[in-house]
């Protein structure tokens, strides 16, 4: 069907998906395929309220499972569960849970909930060891950088950086 310009319906609708906004994997930091309702699952199946409280390592258990903002995280306990939905931004990392220090290189790496350092009350992740050592040596500068880079690629496809 076309309308009054010309251009059909389906040209129409297929524009506006290539301009719809990234999907949560591009925004997120997500592995896809663990949950049964197809939403990804954010910092590696990690309770994020431990690990951003304690900087301790929790595995998740997908009973005490939470999706947010289309992600799934999965808790140790109901009451992990509990706090997070009661304030999910206090203990979401930073980032989308991408690598910080590849955030401030203008990338988008795997963070892992393994290499976590909590700054301020913030929590990162880093894709390994070797770049967490060198995020410890310049950390200030490193945020810093972060920070400004992030809202440059944060809804920029993984695949485009």
């Keep these: 069907m076309r309308n009054s310009y010309g251009f059909s319906s389906l040209a129409i609708a297929l524009a506006a998906l290539a301009a719809s906004p990234a999907l949560a994997e591009d925004e997120y930091n997500v592995t896809t395929g ?3 309702d197809g939403a990804g699952l954010g910092v590696h199946g990690v309770d994020p309220v431990v690990l951003s409280t304690l900087n301790a390592v929790a595995p998740g258990d997908a009973a005490n499972a939470v999706v947010h903002d289309g992600v799934a995280y999965y808790f140790a306990s109901k009451l992990s569960a509990e706090r997070f939905q009661a304030d999910p931004d206090r203990y979401l990392p930073q980032y989308g849970g991408f690598c910080a220090y590849a955030v401030a290189l203008g990338k988008k790496l795997d963070g892992d909930p393994r290499y976590a350092d909590i700054v301020d009350g913030k929590l990162y992740l880093f894709v390994n060891a070797a770049v967490y050592a060198r ?10 950088t972060a920070d400004e880079k992030w809202p440059q690629i944060h809804h920029t496809p993984v695949d485009q950086l």
């Design 135 to 144: 995020y410890l040596a310049d950390r200030e500068n490193t945020l810093r």
């Design 34 to 36: 663990y949950t049964l």
